[in-house]
């Protein structure tokens, strides 16, 4: 369905999604800048939001961790960008473009998850459960295009290339 290059270009738009969810998640405090996530919006070019701005998110957004989603979005568009010039295949394009919408919304799962029953757990237990990466990472690659996939049930269809198991 694609080409070696094609594949080469998704396996990279999966790394670098998988960097994104990485760097993006350990921001502390939620909502915050530190010095990864200053580099990571340097690099693309994306600027910070501004200190009124982000105080009035932080409060809106209740977040238990990582940066501001309208950040990640940013990164997001300028990584779908630089994809779409490197890649001529249109039908790849809108196909990205799917995978920044699920970006978005699994992003912000992740960042304001809490553990349920935290009290309870705590008592049993005298610890409470963490929240955790995946420990094969956020983003799993389509094991025929090398595309990414962050449908973690892996039942949907990749977006990519039609077909596909998840690589886990
Ligand atoms: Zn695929």
Redesign the pocket.
């Known amino acids: 369905v694609t080409s070696t290059s094609d594949r080469g270009l998704?396996v990279a738009l999966s790394e670098e999604l998988s960097r994104l969810f990485d760097v993006a998640l350990a921001v502390e405090p939620p909502a915050g800048v530190n010095d990864a996530w200053a580099r990571l919006l340097h690099e693309y070019g994306v600027p910070p939001v501004s200190d009124a701005t982000r105080a009035e998110r932080r409060k809106a957004l209740n977040l238990a961790r990582g940066a501001l989603p309208e950040e990640v979005r940013a990164v997001v568009h300028a990584i779908a960008h630089r994809f779409a010039r490197a890649v001529g295949d249109q039908s790849l394009v809108e196909a990205a473009t799917s995978t920044w919408q699920q970006t978005e919304s699994q992003y912000l799962q992740h960042a304001t998850h809490r553990p349920k029953s935290m009290f309870a757990f705590a008592i049993a237990s005298a610890k409470a459960p963490a929240w955790q990466r995946p420990p094969g990472g956020f983003v799993a690659r389509?094991t025929?295009?090398?595309?990414p996939r962050l449908d973690a049930g892996g039942s949907l269809r990749?977006a990519?290339?039609?077909?596909?198991t998840l690589q886990t």
Not at 144 to 147: H, Q
Not at 160 to 164: K, P, V
């Open positions: 998704l389509c025929e295009c090398g595309g990749c990519f290339c039609g077909t596909g």
